[in-house]
């Protein structure tokens, strides 16, 4: 069995994913200086945005997946994420 690390998300107005971790703790991810970036343009598209949904180890929107090592790498290089507690 594969560790779980991401209990739940949210995708919320104006493109920022809120992110539940299991430790209890939570982040805000900003993904808007992302959605120029090929990989990531489908979740310009509200209804592929809103779509997001985790199996504990990446977030998916549909066929567009992010793991949740690129989730923590993405907050530590300050690209738009920022921690809750």
Do not use: C
């Not at 997001?52 to 690129?70: K, P, Q």
């Not at 790498?73 to 507690?85: L, P, V, W």
């Amino acid at each position: 069995m594969k560790r779980k690390y991401i209990l739940d998300v949210e995708p919320m107005a104006d493109f920022i994913l809120r992110v539940n971790f299991v430790s209890g703790s939570s982040m805000l991810l900003d993904m808007k200086p992302h959605l120029d970036k090929v990989r990531f343009k489908r979740l310009a598209d509200e209804g592929v945005w809103n779509s997001a949904v985790t199996n504990g180890i990446f977030v998916r929107f549909g066929d567009v997946e992010i793991s949740h090592d690129e989730i923590l790498s993405m907050a530590e290089m300050g690209d738009g994420a920022y921690e809750q507690g």
